[in-house]
């Protein structure tokens, strides 16, 4: 028999509770967060008070209410003194990004790479660097309370070890542990799958915010694919659930990185297309924005390529749709471009192949966060410790500046 929670440990939790209110919301009245929590002023004054004493919120008075009485006191998030470093890194690019308190993205940065092997140490070290700016540049008064990375293939998120990432020839890095040392901040590095975690930022703050089935496909030189069932990110059993572009959509099709060939990532991603298109660009935005202009332009083979593409992509969103009956499907990254140029052809295959009880109330929809989705994901992942125990995680030493 468990014992009852101690008054620390419930103020702990009351604090948590109330700083990831006003951490997905932004300004919320104290009448809303008693309401909400289901506790009485006096408690709210007591946890604001302590919250503010620590630098993560601020309180003012509301603007005019248009009502008799004394106004409720606002909470709000301090983005200008409590932040994390969120890193990405894609097949082709990494970025980094400060984000305040509340989500806010208050300065970002973005590299191209050549495709192919990197090399960890050196992409480490690139990292450190964009972070080591990144902290730089705030404020001197701000705290840095975490670090938090997206990654382009299967990661073990208990100690951020990449286990297989195809497309950059990883297999069993210590990436998270290898970054930690580099930066020598003080604060565990925390890495996750970059489609899994721009899942977690559609459902806090994109176009899933309040739906419970959600599907997140990101798209670069890879596609991933990140699944919430009933509120909940589907890991699987070892955490790596959600490689959905390794899905085989077209049998002894196009070979793909991880070795098999027809995967959903080597028909309908960046290198599907530009093979489609019959060009050489290398892989990247810009090579997938130049093929969707010259399609809108009245170019054939663009178009074709688009087309051919789509059919792909909705052989997987149906597939996907069947076995999962999400409210809605969100095309990210890359995808979301393609997504646009060739949504005819998805739909279609969609009402072909998709079960018609499931297919039915399916909403398809591009991100709302668009190329910040996964930096978001990745910022959400390293204010995890700051949003389960907010008194203690400020208390670290300050981030060593660059």
Do not use: K
Request: with cysteine; proline share 4%; glycine share 14%.
């Amino acid at each position: 028999m468990r014992a009852a929670p101690s008054p620390e440990e419930i103020r702990t939790r009351n604090l948590a509770a109330l700083l990831r209110h006003v951490h997905r919301d932004g300004a919320v009245s104290r009448a809303a967060l008693a309401e909400r929590m289901g506790l009485n002023r006096s408690t709210i004054l007591a946890l604001t008070t302590d919250l503010a004493a620590a630098g993560l919120v601020s309180e003012e008075l509301p603007g005019q209410t248009g009502r008799a009485g004394r106004p409720s006191l606002v909470v709000r998030p301090r983005a200008d003194r409590v932040y994390v470093v969120a890193l990405d890194v894609g097949a082709d690019r990494l970025a980094a990004a400060r984000v305040g308190l509340g989500g806010s993205v208050l300065e970002r940065t973005e590299t191209a790479r050549p495709g192919g092997a990197f090399d960890p140490d050196e992409v480490i070290a690139a990292l450190a660097a964009m972070a080591r700016a990144m902290i730089a540049t705030a404020a001197p008064d701000a705290r840095c309370v975490g670090v938090g990375v997206a990654f382009c293939g299967m990661v073990r998120e208990e100690d951020g070890v990449v286990r297989y990432g195809p497309n950059l020839g990883w297999v069993d890095v210590a990436f998270g542990a290898e970054l930690t040392r580099e930066l020598d901040l003080g604060l565990r590095v925390a890495v996750g799958n970059n489609a899994n975690l721009g899942a977690l930022a559609e459902r806090e703050r994109g176009v899933c915010v309040g739906l419970a089935n959600s599907i997140y496909l990101h798209g670069d030189v890879g596609i991933g694919g990140g699944i919430i069932v009933n509120g909940e990110l589907l890991g699987g059993d070892g955490g790596y659930g959600g490689e959905v572009g390794h899905m085989i959509v077209n049998p002894g099709g196009r070979p793909c990185a991880c070795g098999s060939r027809g995967c959903l990532e080597a028909e309908a991603g960046e290198l599907g297309l530009i093979a489609a298109a019959g060009r050489s660009d290398p892989p990247g935005q810009a090579a997938v924005d130049a093929i969707v202009e010259a399609a809108a332009r009245g170019d054939t083979t663009a178009r074709d390529a688009l087309r051919q593409v789509g059919e792909w992509l909705g052989y997987g969103v149906a597939n996907l749709v069947n076995v999962f009956n999400p409210s809605v499907v969100v095309f990210g990254g890359v995808l979301r471009e393609i997504y646009l140029a060739s949504a005819a052809q998805v739909r279609s295959r969609l009402a072909v192949n998709g079960l018609q009880a499931v297919r039915e109330r399916v909403r398809l929809r591009t991100s709302a966060l668009g190329g910040d989705a996964t930096l978001i994901g990745a910022a959400e992942l390293a204010f995890t410790d700051v949003l389960t125990d907010p008194l203690q995680t400020p208390a670290r030493p300050s981030a060593a500046r660059a």
